[in-house]
């Protein structure tokens, strides 16, 4: 105990013969808090003012621009063929690049897990515009029914994101369930 008494540093008030002693905040929370909200209006003004690049969306695209760049390297020009194809199909960390691209830019028109939408059913084993597996790189790539099914050789960054989401796409043969959009086109033989 220092000089005061306790006597000394209790409050007036008494409510229901409760008192209290008057203990301010430490110093160092204080400008813990304040300095939190010093930070809070930075963050403000630096992150969301509008200016280009400096947002977390714009930050987040540069740097997964910058991890699929180092990972594509890994990889080097992948030839959209039938082993290759079928090789990345059956990889689960190179899987996730072709399932993102495939959820960003596939699934509106043909559905969630490819079940069919606008576009046909990609899990059922019927194809209207592939034989074998490496025409879904050539449908991917060079779209098919007059633009009905875009053309994404020149919407995908890399020339690698077609092979890799052809060979998702290949990965979702039979993880149907039997539901989804009727069957569209003829029956083809197994991958
Ligand atoms: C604007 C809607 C649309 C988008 C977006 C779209 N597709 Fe399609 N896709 C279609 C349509 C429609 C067809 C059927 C074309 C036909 O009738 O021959 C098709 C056909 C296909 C086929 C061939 C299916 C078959 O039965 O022969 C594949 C593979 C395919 N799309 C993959 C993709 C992938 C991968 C993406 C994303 C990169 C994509 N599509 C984006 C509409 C779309």
Redesign the pocket.
Known sequence: MNAKSDQDLLLDHNYDGIQEYDNPLPGWWSGLFVGTIVFSVLYLLYHHSGVEGRSIYDEYEREAAEVFEKRFAELGELSPDKETILKYANDPKWLAVGEA??KA??V???GDGGLGN???N?TDDY????ESVED?AK??ANG??GG???A?KNRLSHPNQIVL?AAY?ASLRGKGGGGGKPP??REIPPW
């Not at 194809?127 to 592939?130: P, R």
């Open positions: 691209v495939f830019n596939c509106s028109c043909h606008v576009g046909p990609l194809w209207k515009n592939v879904i449908v991917i098919a029914a009905a099914m875009p994404w989401t796409v569209e086109g």
